[in-house]
Nanobody, 122 residues
Framework: VQLQASGGGLVQAGGSLRLSCTAS????????SAWFRQGPGKEREFVAS????????TYADSVKGRFTISRDNANNAVVLQMNDLKPEDKAVYYC????????????????WGQGTQVTVSS
């Protein structure tokens, strides 16, 4: 499966963005999916995941209550709705998919999108 992330951009603190991870080649609903991000000078970190069977979701503490991950099966995509954005959310956001587990660990994911830049101004 090939993944393409989109929806990044520049937004003011407190604003919202909606990222989309669109798949081609196979139904994304057959994979566990996740979003990770890498801020300037930082390691890549887990943001949110969604399981393939029951759409169970997990979030990093830093985004809990502000971000929502969901499936858009009609468009073969996984969406990350980001609300109340903060300057510390600035990062390149990557989507990932894997068959083993919905996990916070990068190694569980075999397929990665190219990343989309999110910038939050204060």
């Amino acid at each position: 499966v090939q993944l393409q992330a989109s929806g990044g951009g520049l937004v003011q603190a407190g604003g919202s963005l909606r990222l989309s991870c669109t798949a081609s080649g196979r139904p994304l609903s057959t994979y566990h999916s996740a979003w990770f991000r890498q801020g300037p000078g930082k390691e890549r970190e887990f943001v949110a995941s969604i399981s393939r069977s029951f759409a169970a979701t997990t979030y990093a503490d830093s985004v809990k209550g502000r971000f929502t991950i969901s499936r858009d099966n009609a468009n073969n995509a996984v969406v990350l709705q980001m609300n109340d954005l903060k300057p510390e959310d600035k990062a390149v956001y990557y989507c990932a998919a894997g068959a083993r587990a919905a996990s916070a660990y990068e190694d569980e994911y075999d397929h990665w999108g190219q990343g989309t830049q999110v910038t939050v101004s204060s």
